[in-house]
């Protein structure tokens, strides 16, 4: 069974930029599209970034289309989410996900990480 873990949140003042990271352990992940979600309390799970399995083909919200890119090494099992010119709205604690489908399809990522905080101040 794989298990994921987040890293790299932190607190950063609006249009700085932070880099989160997720590790999957138990096995690779390469045959699987994987994906970063996002939460804050109160609120649906949004959905903020999604990579294919083999890394060529990537989706993101419009919400930070053009601020944040998803990238993925699929030697080391890890998947990143850079993230520039944060804005406060971008709080949330962030998760990552594996999907058991295609990258597209929210509805089947169903393996998720504890998440990572991520708290811009303005």
């Known amino acids: 069974q794989v298990q994921l873990e987040e890293s790299g949140g932190g607190l950063v003042q609006a249009g700085g930029s932070l880099r989160l990271s997720c590790h999957a352990a138990?096995?690779?992940?390469?045959?699987?599209?994987v994906g970063w979600f996002r939460q804050t309390p109160g609120k649906e799970r949004e959905f903020v970034a999604t990579?294919?399995?083999?890394?060529?083909?990537?989706h993101y919200a419009d919400s930070v289309k053009d601020r944040f890119t998803i990238s993925r090494d699929n030697a080391k099992n890890d998947v990143y989410l850079q993230m520039n010119s944060l804005k406060p709205e971008d709080t949330a604690m962030y998760h990552c996900?594996?999907?058991?489908?295609?990258?597209?399809?929210?509805?089947?990522?169903?393996?998720w990480g504890q998440g990572t905080q991520v708290i811009v101040s303005s």
């Open positions: 990579i294919s399995w083999t890394g060529g083909s990537t």
């Open positions: 996900a594996l999907s058991s489908g295609h990258y597209r399809d929210y509805a089947t990522f169903d393996t």
């Open positions: 138990g096995r690779m992940f390469t045959d699987s599209a």
